[in-house]
């Protein structure tokens, strides 16, 4: 386990190799760190923290059928067969559901997002995903499938050829060969929005601007922001998540007045003293306002290693007869072997003085070489002590 610290964050990772996902992650961690680092002021557009209420996208759904699959189909799916006899009989024919052959067809849900503000015309992404026994959609052809809301409204119509990034090959013994996930695909703008997602932006006398995370001090720089830029009055903080902006009268005014909105920047409050564990990956994230009070920390490790063994010894009996005793073998003679050693590491005891800062607290825990599942128990200890001042969140 490798810790990257910096007097304001520290981030305890698994080791990589030097390769195009090591620099990916090399880069984050730096910018991770420099977020971190107390005393540094980040000035972030407002767009950036916060959204218009009402200003949101809207999920789509709907259950349709893939055809023209070599082979890699639902076969004998009743559910499957049902829906291709539906689709038929749409077309004006009368077919049996069991006259069916699904090998080439699966039925599938599809899932869309209806971007806010999209008109009538316009074309959105769409996923397809198996909802039957498929083993891949690869070739495959999606045949016209409303999408609906959450009101049960049809929103958009979907159709087109499925591009998927994934490979199945499977051989007569058993042996297979899976690559990514062929169950899924994309259709790039697959779908035809046909009805329009009716909002109050124009007619509303407030536009109101949501946090993405709530900060009353947050809320009061974006208050200030825009109160200093269209003058006093215009922007009122309700609470800690949610800003009201007075709107303009005119309606073709809007537009230019949020976009200038959502442009100015505002310094974020520094974020509440939080230590993240996950405690699946072993990931642990410090954030750089987490102070400790006095504390003495003592961390060892006591290891009970049991071996079993076995000690075998060839039995004997003795059978008495006219010419004196004769041992012969007997049954083999099983004894238990049992051995246990102990051994514990000293560590010595580490104290911390009160209001001692996040380097100190990395120091002293690489000090005694902790690993990831050690710094989390040494974490809940101090939590569970009161000596860490901060908020301990498990995820």
Do not use: W
């Amino acid at each position: 386990m490798t810790p990257v610290a910096k007097a304001g964050c520290i981030v305890r990772r698994q080791p990589f190799r030097l390769s195009d996902g090591g620099l990916v992650m090399r880069a984050f961690l730096l910018a991770t760190i420099l977020l971190c680092l107390p005393g540094v002021v980040l000035a972030e557009r407002i767009k950036d923290i916060a959204a218009v209420a009402g200003v949101r996208s809207n999920p789509l759904v709907g259950f349709g059928l893939v055809v023209g699959l070599a082979g890699t189909g639902d076969g004998a799916s009743g559910l499957t067969q049902r829906s291709m006899q539906s689709v038929v009989s749409r077309l004006g024919l009368e077919v049996d559901a069991r006259d069916l052959d699904a090998r080439n067809v699966a039925a599938v849900m599809v899932t869309a997002e209806l971007g806010a503000f999209m008109k009538p015309g316009q074309m959105i992404d769409i996923t397809v995903s198996t909802a039957g026994r498929a083993r891949s959609l690869q070739g495959g052809t999606l045949l016209m499938t409303p999408l609906m809301g959450a009101d049960g409204e049809i929103y958009a119509v979907a159709q087109g050829n499925l591009v998927v990034g994934g490979l199945g090959v499977s051989g007569g013994d058993g042996s297979s060969v899976l690559v990514n996930v062929p169950t899924v695909g994309r259709i790039p703008g697959g779908a035809n929005v046909e009805r329009i997602v009716e909002t109050a932006f124009l007619e509303t006398d407030y536009f109101v601007v949501n946090l993405h995370r709530p900060d009353f001090a947050t809320a009061r720089s974006v208050t200030d922001a825009v109160n200093r830029h269209f003058g006093a009055g215009v922007a009122v903080a309700l609470d800690g998540s949610s800003i009201r902006v007075r709107a303009p009268a005119d309606p073709g005014a809007r537009v230019p007045f949020m976009a200038m909105v959502q442009d100015l920047t505002v310094e974020s409050a520094e974020p509440p003293a939080q230590v993240i564990v996950n405690a699946r990956t072993g990931t642990v994230v410090i954030g750089g306002a987490v102070r400790v009070t006095p504390a003495a920390i003592s961390h060892g490790s006591l290891t009970v290693r049991v071996n079993e063994d076995f000690n075998v010894a060839q039995g004997a009996s003795v059978l008495n007869n006219a010419g004196g005793n004769v041992i012969v073998p007997g049954e083999p003679v099983i004894t238990p072997d049992s051995s246990i050693d102990i051994t514990r590491e000293n560590n010595p005891a580490f104290v911390f003085d009160g209001g001692v800062s996040l380097a100190s607290l990395v120091d002293a825990i690489n000090a005694v070489g902790a690993s990831a599942a050690d710094l989390v128990a040494i974490l809940e200890a101090l939590h569970r002590a009161g000596a860490l001042r901060a908020e301990l969140i498990i995820i």
